[in-house]
């Protein structure tokens, strides 16, 4: 079976410290379909991990695969197309209403002329479409500023999927959020796992959470994989390294 990611000894070309590069030697593969939690403590390299999957960060050495195609400046618009991102935070902006943020995840895919004139018609209507199904209706045309912290993560995953990806990078989607929209937005992870396939790569800090949605978890620790399996004893394994 191809993997949907693969990551082969990822050295980044930064460092924390001269002696400690961010990511060290990182490998792991990440199966189509699967849900994978990505956990550990802050700085241990999640969201630079997250980032060099879409080809954002400088490597030192290593190589990313992703549906079998390897990561070259040549392939990356390619690689690219199969993969939706979440950032930390949302990364919206904040004076644009959600319809216009949701297409911007369009930016980096269509024409500048394309985007100079406006969205094209089937464009805007998808993104209407994603923000109803996210539960979003009464709030299209308003301004993600004027929206609370859940909704806005909302926002942020209709734009991760307007390019209708195969893979959801989702980094911290529900840190910051109350309990209830917390589950909220991870069963709407869940259910485009479970509904369309999608393969689902989250980082969480939430072992609880992480054992309930995910197959299976990855866990960093200072630029390195110090666990890779399933997620049945996480809580008495690890909540003291990761001091949950
Ligand atoms: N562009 C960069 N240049 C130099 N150092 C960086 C850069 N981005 C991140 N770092 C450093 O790399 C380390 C890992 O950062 P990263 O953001 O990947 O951590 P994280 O695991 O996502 O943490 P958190 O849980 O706080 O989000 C940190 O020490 C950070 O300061
Ligand atoms: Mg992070």
Redesign the pocket.
């Known amino acids: 079976m191809q993997s949907a990611i693969e990551c082969e000894n990822l050295e980044t070309a930064?460092?924390?410290s001269l002696s400690r590069p961010?990511l060290n030697r990182i490998n792991c593969t990440i199966n189509p379909g699967e849900f994978v939690c990505l956990l550990?403590?802050?700085?241990?390299?999640?969201?630079?991990?997250l980032?060099a999957m879409i080809g954002l960060?400088p490597l030192k050495q290593g190589v990313i695969r992703i549906n079998g195609v390897t990561m070259t400046p040549r392939t990356l618009t390619q690689t690219r197309r199969d993969l939706g991102m979440l950032f930390?935070g949302g990364g919206l902006i904040r004076q644009l209403p959600a319809i216009e943020n949701v297409l911007c995840g369009r930016l980096g895919e269509l024409p500048t002329w394309k985007t100079f004139w406006g969205f094209p018609k089937q464009d805007r209507r998808l993104a209407i479409d994603l923000l109803t199904r996210l539960g979003l209706q009464d709030q299209i045309y308003q301004k993600t500023g004027q929206l609370s912290g859940g909704q806005q993560q909302r926002v942020a995953i209709a734009r991760a999927l307007i390019q209708s990806p195969k893979i959801l990078l989702a980094?911290?989607p529900i840190t910051g959020l109350d309990v209830m929209a917390a589950r909220q937005v991870m069963d709407i992870l869940s259910k485009l796992h479970q509904e369309q396939g999608m393969t689902v790569v989250v980082?969480l800090?939430d072992l609880a959470l992480a054992a309930a949605y995910a197959q299976r978890a990855i866990i960093?620790d200072a630029?390195r994989v110090v666990y890779d399996g399933n997620c049945d004893r996480l809580h008495d394994q690890f909540s003291q390294l990761l001091s949950y």
């Open positions: 930064y460092a924390v961010i550990g403590l802050n700085g241990a390299g999640k969201s630079t991990l980032r960060v930390q980094d911290e980082v800090h960093l630029g």
